[in-house]
Nanobody, 116 residues
Framework: QVQLVESGGGLVQAGGSLRLSCAASGIIFSNADMGWYRQAPGKQRELVASITSSGRTTYADSAKGRFTISRENAKNTVHLQMNSLKPEDTAVYYC??????????WGKGTLVTVSS
């Protein structure tokens, strides 16, 4: 059974930092492209950052320079370090695992609230 469990969300003041983590089980983690999406109230879900199985990273323009995605294959975990947080970063953040057409999995999300 595949499970992606996010943690690390919470309430933070603008300018602060949070580190999200996603622990995966039931998959061959090292083969998966991992990603973080977010969905703010009333808005569409959007990709924040991704990291391929080989370690190549991509970021949304809104995340560049502030967020860093990383993975620890030995721990089946992907992280999202978020710095200089803004109120507009408030959203539910979801972890994803993608196997390039062979399967795609989502966590249940963790809420990040940034107060002004």
């Amino acid at each position: 059974q595949v499970q992606l469990v996010e943690s690390g969300g919470g309430l933070v003041q603008a300018g602060g930092s949070l580190r999200l983590s996603c622990a995966a089980s039931g998959i061959i983690f090292s083969n998966a492209d991992m990603g973080w999406y977010r969905q703010a109230p009333g808005k569409q879900r959007e990709l924040v950052a991704s990291i391929t199985s080989s370690g190549r990273t991509t970021y949304a323009d809104s995340a560049k320079g502030r967020f860093t995605i990383s993975r620890e294959n030995a721990k089946n975990t992907v992280h999202l370090q978020m710095n200089s947080l803004k109120p507009e970063d408030t959203a539910v953040y979801y972890c994803t695992a993608d196997f390039r057409g062979l399967g795609n999995y989502w966590g249940k999300g963790t809420l990040v609230t940034v107060s002004s």
